[in-house]
């Protein structure tokens, strides 16, 4: 029976720029610093294995992977952000202290072809690794790159997958049934201790205690069932990972089918070009002043959260920073988002209705002026507003670069214009990719539009539950793509 799963941290549905950072792949444009290697790792069958990169300050970015040679692949890893070298050395002294590792030294090609053949290993037989898997992943390089070399890494004993899975790891079931499925009775070995058996003779009872804590992709049939007719979908929050995961299987891929869209490329091409490094645009943001005066106004305006007093004094310097730098869109911008703060609705549109005219191209006046028309319930004016244009790369061709910011800002409207005509599959699809990219301070907006989806979403997964609890072909049919 499946066990109650803790409410996940709400930094993991509103991830902060190291993790997009990663994520984005901007990690591996970074040269190797160091990778270190478990000294006895071909003896034990475990590797525990780090790989870091360098950053032009020096800092240090990277990645730290615990990967099981004998039978699942990758069983935990997790990332390190702009650190100083020094850390790894620290890691070191503790791996040795409390756990008795010691931690060597290896070439990438070594580290890589550890993790990648563990990783093919396991995948022969049905087994994917953990989760956070797919973020760390984007620390390596990819391994269809012709500059590895391959080496020859044994896996498995006696060329069978040999299980050693704690009894409370939450994945155990999950590694059992996929070597019943792939490997079958008699192709594989697994390994029971002392506190595999002491668990047998207490696992009815904790079973009860402990509803809904391993990972959903781990539960049986019987599991989906109790889950489904005890209610237990009633109690969950939209950002927990059990409701995250019944969409994804029950609502967003059968609709993504349904319409053929392929929602990797879809998402691979809305991400195109995504950068952290600042963009200079050639007719401004040349003049060292003119830059420190639209920073300076940006921290006030968007981290402050000034009131009334400060927003008027702010204004006159706007409009000097206009007269000064009368090609620079963004003090345009900044004196929109005044009054908007300043609740003065008429000269805010007055102001915008300028920038749209004098800055017909400027990427934040078209996003200023789709937010308007969605809050008049004009959304159908949205896509003549874009060209028909709806990711970054196609509205703006002749670009190959776009600061996350304004990435942000253009998928959170377009989030929002979705979920106005109900193309529920489509502002998901916006949706994830605000939350994976999402900077702190996250915007006001941004977060009301994330609300609002999550609600819908929520709905959505509510009532195949519900429908499920009530009909038995429904539940078969639900189950059935719960564990494919």
């Given at each position: 029976?499946?066990?109650?799963?803790?409410?996940?941290?709400?930094?993991?549905?509103?991830?902060v720029?190291?993790?997009?950072?990663?994520?984005?792949?901007?990690?591996r444009?970074?040269?190797?610093?160091?990778?270190?290697?478990?000294?006895?790792?071909?003896?034990?069958?475990?590797?525990?294995?780090?790989?870091?990169?360098?950053?032009?300050?020096?800092?240090?970015?990277g990645g730290?992977?615990?990967?099981?040679?004998?039978?699942?692949?990758?069983?935990?890893?997790?990332?390190?952000?702009?650190?100083?070298?020094?850390?790894?050395?620290?890691?070191?002294?503790?791996?040795e202290?409390?756990?008795?590792?010691?931690?060597?030294?290896?070439?990438?090609?070594?580290?890589h072809?550890?993790?990648?053949?563990?990783?093919?290993?396991?995948?022969?037989?049905?087994?994917?690794?953990?989760?956070?898997?797919?973020?760390?992943?984007?620390?390596?390089?990819?391994?269809?790159?012709?500059?590895?070399?391959?080496?020859?890494?044994?896996?498995?004993?006696d060329?069978?997958p040999?299980?050693?899975?704690?009894?409370?790891?939450?994945?155990?079931?999950?590694?059992?049934?996929q070597?019943q499925?792939?490997?079958?009775e008699?192709g594989?070995?697994?390994?029971?201790?002392a506190e595999?058996f002491?668990?047998?003779?207490?696992?009815?009872?904790?079973?009860?205690?402990?509803?809904?804590?391993?990972?959903?992709?781990?539960?049986?049939?019987?599991?989906?069932?109790?889950?489904?007719?005890?209610?237990?979908?009633?109690?969950?929050?939209?950002?927990?990972?059990?409701?995250v995961?019944?969409?994804?299987k029950?609502?967003h891929?059968?609709?993504?089918?349904?319409?053929q869209?392929?929602?990797?490329?879809?998402?691979t091409?809305?991400?195109?070009?995504?950068?952290?490094?600042p963009?200079?645009?050639?007719?401004?943001?040349?003049?060292?002043?003119?830059?420190k005066?639209?920073?300076?106004?940006?921290?006030?305006?968007?981290?402050?959260?000034?009131?009334?007093?400060?927003?008027?004094?702010?204004i006159?310097r706007?409009?000097?920073?206009?007269?000064?730098?009368?090609?620079?869109?963004?003090?345009?911008?900044?004196?929109?988002n005044?009054?908007?703060l300043?609740?003065?609705?008429?000269?805010?549109?007055?102001?915008?209705?300028?920038?749209t005219?004098?800055?017909?191209?400027?990427?934040?006046?078209?996003?200023?002026?789709?937010q308007k028309?969605?809050?008049?319930?004009?959304?159908?004016?949205?896509?003549a507003?874009?060209?028909?244009?709806?990711?970054?790369?196609?509205?703006?061709p002749?670009?190959?670069?776009?600061?996350?910011?304004?990435?942000?800002t253009?998928?959170a409207?377009?989030?929002?214009?979705?979920?106005?005509?109900?193309?529920?599959?489509?502002?998901?699809?916006?949706?994830t990719l605000?939350?994976?990219?999402?900077v702190?301070?996250?915007?006001?907006f941004?977060?009301?539009?994330?609300?609002?989806?999550?609600?819908?979403?929520?709905m959505?997964?509510?009532r195949?539950l519900?429908?499920?609890s009530k009909?038995?072909?429904?539940?078969?049919?639900?189950?059935?793509?719960?564990?494919?």
């Amino acid at each position: 029976m499946p066990t109650k799963n803790k409410k996940k941290d709400p930094s993991a549905s509103r991830p902060v720029s190291d993790k997009a950072y990663i994520q984005s792949g901007n990690a591996r444009k970074l040269s190797i610093h160091q990778c270190l290697v478990s000294k006895d790792w071909r003896e034990a069958g475990l590797a525990q294995v780090i790989v870091s990169r360098r950053h032009v300050t020096g800092n240090i970015t990277g990645g730290f992977y615990l990967v099981d040679l004998l039978c699942t692949g990758v069983k935990d890893s997790f990332f390190f952000f702009n650190q100083s070298p020094d850390m790894l050395t620290e890691l070191q002294k503790d791996f040795e202290v409390e756990q008795g590792v010691v931690m060597e030294t290896c070439d990438y090609v070594l580290a890589h072809n550890i993790i990648y053949s563990a990783l093919d290993f396991a995948g022969s037989y049905g087994i994917e690794p953990m989760q956070d898997f797919a973020t760390t992943k984007m620390i390596l390089e990819t391994d269809d790159d012709d500059r590895i070399e391959l080496m020859d890494i044994e896996c498995g004993k006696d060329g069978k997958p040999f299980l050693m899975a704690n009894p409370s790891d939450p994945r155990r079931s999950y590694y059992l049934r996929q070597l019943q499925q792939f490997a079958g009775e008699g192709g594989y070995e697994f390994f029971r201790d002392a506190e595999d058996f002491e668990n047998d003779a207490e696992e009815d009872e904790d079973d009860e205690d402990d509803f809904f804590r391993s990972e959903p992709e781990t539960w049986d049939k019987e599991d989906w069932e109790d889950f489904i007719l005890e209610g237990a979908g009633q109690h969950l929050e939209p950002d927990e990972e059990i409701m995250v995961y019944i969409y994804q299987k029950a609502v967003h891929i059968p609709e993504a089918a349904i319409r053929q869209l392929d929602t990797v490329e879809l998402m691979t091409r809305l991400t195109r070009g995504i950068t952290y490094e600042p963009i200079v645009d050639r007719t401004y943001g040349y003049d060292p002043e003119e830059n420190k005066e639209t920073e300076e106004m940006h921290l006030i305006l968007f981290r402050e959260k000034p009131e009334a007093r400060k927003l008027r004094s702010l204004i006159p310097r706007i409009l000097d920073g206009m007269q000064r730098w009368p090609n620079n869109p963004i003090f345009h911008n900044y004196l929109y988002n005044a009054y908007i703060l300043l609740k003065d609705k008429s000269k805010a549109e007055d102001v915008l209705l300028g920038i749209t005219e004098r800055f017909p191209d400027y990427l934040f006046g078209k996003i200023a002026y789709a937010q308007k028309l969605l809050q008049d319930d004009k959304a159908d004016k949205m896509p003549a507003l874009f060209g028909g244009h709806f990711d970054l790369s196609s509205l703006y061709p002749e670009r190959n670069s776009f600061h996350v910011s304004e990435f942000n800002t253009f998928t959170a409207i377009l989030c929002f214009y979705y979920l106005q005509i109900g193309d529920d599959l489509m502002a998901g699809i916006y949706g994830t990719l605000l939350k994976q990219w999402a900077v702190d301070p996250i915007p006001d907006f941004t977060t009301d539009v994330l609300n609002l989806l999550d609600l819908k979403l929520e709905m959505k997964v509510l009532r195949k539950l519900a429908e499920a609890s009530k009909d038995a072909v429904k539940r078969e049919e639900l189950i059935a793509l719960l564990m494919s």
